[in-house]
């Protein structure tokens, strides 16, 4: 599988609203859109991040892929299996927000304490277009409010709200990793 070149900070597709995927189009014979999951989920794997937006790899649609495995390097974080999100959208915030160290393969080399709700109600679709409902708290759903962030032209950046807390991931992971049990990796 080709690996695909990731946007970094700047690139203006980073900053747009993206299209919905037709649902058509998902399934149709040409397969380019499910050649293209396939293809996020070997660069998501090959960059060490634990999940990727469809406009981080230059693709203007509603795509997300997650998954993080306690093999890799997040050995804090709770594993997640490997989830394919079309079209997903955040049906409900819980009032509860909790702080957690945040980086991103577009942001590459920073870290940053990014406020996030402990519980979120996602609607959104399978690869195969089936429509599912979950309920997501905890890491998951810190993963899942930063992709579907990307989907609406945001970065954990704009989510910040003390930039004091924001690092270089050698300096992070000196004086801030070291001291505190934290969830941290490349969402
Ligand atoms: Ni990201």
Redesign the pocket.
């Known amino acids: 599988m080709p690996l695909l070149q990731v946007a970094k900070l700047g690139e203006p597709i980073l900053r747009q609203t993206s299209q919905l995927v037709n649902l058509i189009a998902l399934n149709s014979p040409d397969g380019k859109i499910q050649l293209l999951i396939d293809n996020m989920i070997d660069t998501m794997r090959e960059e060490g991040g634990v ?1 990727l ?1 469809a406009p ?1 790899v230059f693709q203007s649609l509603r795509l997300v892929v997650i998954e993080c495995l306690s093999s890799e390097r997040y050995s804090e974080a709770p594993d997640i299996p490997l989830t394919v999100l079309v079209n997903p959208s955040i049906k409900h915030y819980g009032v509860d927000t909790a702080l957690g160290w945040e980086g ?4 590459k080399d920073l870290r940053g304490l990014v406020p996030r709700s402990k519980k979120i109600t996602v609607e959104y679709f399978d690869r195969e277009g089936n429509p599912i409902t979950v309920n997501a708290e905890g890491f998951l759903a810190v993963v899942l409010q ?2 579907i962030d ?1 989907l609406h032209g945001k ?2 950046l704009d989510r910040m709200t003390d930039f004091s807390q924001l690092a270089y991931i050698e300096e992070f992971e000196k004086y801030i990793a070291n001291k505190e049990t934290v969830e941290s990796g ?2």
């Open positions: 999940g937006a981080q991103c393969l577009s942001l930063h992709e990307h970065v954990f490349s969402i």
